[in-house]
């Protein structure tokens, strides 16, 4: 019963941590229940726990994903729950449950100090792996806690999203070994040993340690100043019509009228000089429309600003096989820029059907989301400068963003189509993701989206400006391109790949030394 009501605390207090509750000073407690019961059971035992642990943290985080995909693809909420379900078991769960496991096998084997650093390099390992296996999932790292608080995101810009996931990890590991420490081990591990005289004085240090680091960074790099080059006013048009969501026939060029008659009064209110519309704001292959895109221009020329903005396009060299591409463009007053940026990173069954024997996931307006991945990362040429481009969920990959970023681009754009995350927490730890990577690239990033969060964070991450959900809203702010090295943007995912390293290395020295063990046991005595 006890183990029962510790995990669940530990649950409770994981999923305080996320939109839309945000309750960053638990990260430095959160995890301390479920680490505690971990390490005191035997590999088997603590795998369960951890399924048990994984899957109830999944729920409170990602709850929106039932009716987000139930009316996505117009099924019924039975089916909105199972493939929530399947989401946690194939995306989430499992990497819990082999953290658990190997947390409780590293356990058994050391102690103190660098056990809390072995449990957190596995931690951060196994993250990597969710992020990079299979189609990838970075939804809510545990890193993301930390992005409320203004001191201690800023050292994301050292060892991204998981460096900040290994300090929180570190600091609860320290604190549930040492609350462990004067009882010695449970008797189901291979050894039981009493806490050292500096043990505990050691490991209260570590515990303290990591958010002591990471706020006297924070606190320095807040100081730090930023380019003073000249600033661009610009403008955010979150239309919140559905339109581009509902790629049906009749849908097609529907909204247009009121984006533009949004950026018209966008020009009017303020001096924008660049003007961002969402991905897919308006149904319509915008390259392939000549009519459509003149009226764009008409506004642009009336207004003397710059569009940025998402539409798909298509490509029909092969006139009985059209490829899609879901993509984003630069719209002057005399025309489309001949360079446009394609998305790189899709996403399974909304952007490209990985088994297309499930018909009754197919959609009747299929044609305009089985998209083809773009193989080039382009920065598009803009007022603003070189702008990186990303579309909807590749803001949630770190290294993706990075490496746009590292090729010389001066500022980060993000055109999102969120309807299909609700109102809710869905959208709210969507733009939380994305706003680390602004930390992470020392770069203002323009969030456009099209029923919500719309936002333009600054270099430090602090949201400047936000838009209300499911409400058209013009967003207004002033932003600087600038070019500034940090090493995560030089050196990307080093950090994880460490912790990755640390692991493999304990992992075999670790059970050669135990091979050797068993080996002297079972040597005849003379």
């Known amino acids: 019963m006890l183990t029962v009501l510790l995990l669940g605390a530990s649950a409770l207090a994981h999923a305080l941590l996320f939109p839309p509750w945000e309750q960053a000073w638990l990260s430095w407690i959160a995890l301390a229940p479920f680490l505690w019961v971990i390490r005191r059971q035997p590999p088997w035992r603590a795998f369960v726990c951890g399924l048990l642990w994984g899957h109830a943290t999944h729920w409170p985080i990602a709850s929106w994903v039932m009716d987000a995909v139930r009316v996505y693809f117009g099924q019924s909420w039975i089916f909105g729950f199972l493939f929530g379900m399947a989401a946690s078991i194939l995306f989430w769960t499992p990497y819990y449950g082999l953290f658990a496991a190997g947390a409780a096998w590293l356990s058994a084997r050391v102690e103190g100090v660098l056990e809390a650093v072995l449990l957190a390099a596995l931690w951060v390992t ?10 990838g999932s970075t939804w809510m790292l545990l ?3 930390l992005q409320p608080s203004p001191v201690l995101r800023q050292a994301a810009d050292i060892g991204g999203v998981y460096l900040l996931s290994f300090a929180i990890v570190l600091s609860n590991a320290a604190l549930a070994i040492l609350l462990d420490a004067s009882k010695g081990r449970s008797k189901e591990t291979p050894v039981t040993r009493r806490a050292s005289p ?6 209260l240090v570590t515990a303290l340690l990591s ?4 706020a006297a960074y924070g606190v320095w790099r807040l100081q730090t100043p930023l380019p003073t080059t000249p600033a661009v006013p610009v403008a955010v048009v979150q239309g919140n019509n559905e339109a581009g969501a509902r790629w049906q026939p009749g849908s097609y060029g529907q909204g247009l009228d009121s984006y533009l008659e949004l950026s018209r009064q966008a020009a009017q209110q303020g001096s924008a000089r660049v003007i961002v519309w969402p991905e897919a704001a308006v149904p319509v292959f915008i390259a392939r429309e000549p009519e459509y895109q003149a009226q764009i221009e008409r506004l642009l020329r009336e207004t003397d600003t710059e569009l940025i903005l998402g539409a798909p396009h298509f490509e029909n060299s092969d006139p009985a096989v059209p490829v899609y591409f879901n993509s984003a463009f630069v719209v002057h007053a005399d025309g489309l820029l001949p360079l446009r940026y394609d998305k790189q990173h899709l996403m399974p069954f909304t952007e490209y059907f990985p088994w297309h024997t499930l018909s009754f996931l197919r959609r009747r307006f299929e044609n305009v989301r089985a998209f083809s991945t773009g193989v080039e990362d382009t920065e598009l040429p803009t007022r603003l400068g070189r702008s ?8 949630d990959f770190p290294d993706l963003v990075r490496r746009r970023m590292a090729r010389g681009a001066e500022v980060l754009v993000n055109l999102s189509n969120d309807v299909w995350l609700g109102s809710g927490r869905g959208q709210q730890q969507h733009l939380t993701m994305a706003a680390l990577r602004a930390v992470e690239n020392r770069t203002w990033m323009i969030r456009a989206t099209t029923t919500g969060v719309s936002a333009i964070v600054d270099p430090f991450g602090t949201i400047v400006t936000r838009a209300p959900s499911l409400q058209p ?3 207004h702010a002033t932003v600087t391109p600038m070019q500034i090295s940090t090493l995560y943007k030089e050196y990307g995912d080093v950090f994880a790949y460490v912790c990755v390293f640390i692991v493999g290395l304990a992992v075999v020295l670790l059970a050669a030394r135990a091979g050797v063990q068993t080996s002297s046991q079972q040597r005849p005595q003379l």
């Open 211 to 214: 958010p002591f680091l990471l």
């Open 126 to 135: 196994l993250e990597f792996a969710r992020a990079h296996v299979w189609v």
């Open 388 to 395: 990186a481009i990303v579309i909807c969920f590749e803001a």
């Open 198 to 203: 500096v043990m505990r004085p050691a490991l």
């Open 143 to 145: 890193g993301y806690a």
């Open 473 to 475: 809203a013009i967003l």
